[in-house]
């Protein structure tokens, strides 16, 4: 961005502020950019914030290092969300930190464009998808990796991604978890363009330029026709994904997924 002015008030993303234009960074490089509930608080605020504020005309949301964002942090995550049972809470994260999040980016009245410069994974995926406008480095990729530790997809992803590719291969992503790389992507239509990994940034930061001056009431009013024809029912499947995977967040397949990932070994699942 040019002449940008940092804004360090966030612990675990950056804010990046220029003349009608906020680029977002998420800032957690050392563990891929994965959600934690201070990523989410952070994350929740800041986008309240630049959609109420009219000054902003575009936003921007990336990631710092190597990935845009690995989906939910399961090393940290896990401990706070134990009951005294045992059982994962997998449902209060979402109805608390990540529906709010998609929809604040869904419903801002002001284009928003996801810069997947890395892997976007699980709820990562979700997130990018949530934007209008999504560009990619060509060695981003993209997966609904849920399926990997016996969850569904969630945070909007199980509405986002069909809404762009179609059933079959909404089945795909979703049923066998294999990345799409951001060539194939674009193929698809899973996103809008993939630029080289050494143009990148630039060329992204020039997409949000051009939208920052840009007809901003024009671009409200089609975003308003799209939630509309796609999303109108947005709330309620949300809350579908997040009962469906308060349900599984007790099964043994996920337990046993969970502890496979962590201990860097092939999960074995039973069914149950």
Not at 35 to 64: C, F, N, P, Y
């Amino acid at each position: 961005m040019r002449d940008n002015q940092a804004d360090h008030g966030y612990g675990t993303v950056n804010v990046y502020r220029a003349p009608g234009a906020v680029k977002i960074e998420l800032n957690r490089p050392d563990r891929l950019n994965a959600w934690s509930r201070e990523l989410s608080a952070d994350l929740l605020k800041v986008l309240t914030e630049v959609a109420a504020d009219d000054q902003v005309r575009a936003v921007m949301l990336t990631g710092a290092g190597r990935a845009f964002c690995a989906g939910a942090d399961l090393k940290d995550g896990l401990a706070a969300a134990t009951d005294a049972n045992g059982q994962i809470d997998t449902k209060s994260a979402l109805v608390t930190w990540y529906h709010p999040i998609v929809t604040v980016i869904r419903e801002m009245p002001k284009p928003v464009v996801t810069a997947v410069n890395g892997p976007a994974a699980g709820a990562g995926l979700s997130l990018a998808l949530a934007g209008d406008l999504v560009v990619a480095a060509e060695s981003a990729s993209f997966s609904l990796a849920f399926v990997n530790i016996g969850l569904v997809p969630d945070a909007g992803a199980s509405l986002f991604v069909p809404s762009r590719i179609g059933f079959a291969r909404a089945a795909e992503m979703a049923l066998l978890g294999d990345p799409v790389t951001a060539a194939r992507a674009v193929d698809i239509g899973l996103i809008n363009a993939v630029y080289p990994d050494d143009d990148f940034a630039e060329r992204a930061d020039d997409l949000l330029e051009r939208l920052s001056n840009g007809p901003t009431r024009s671009y409200a009013g089609s975003k308003r026709e799209l939630n509309h024809w796609l999303y109108s029912r947005m709330p309620e499947h949300l809350a579908l994904e997040a009962d469906i995977q308060g349900e599984l967040g007790g099964s043994r397949d996920f337990h046993e997924g969970v502890a496979a990932f962590l201990e860097k070994r092939k999960a074995t699942f039973t069914g149950q």
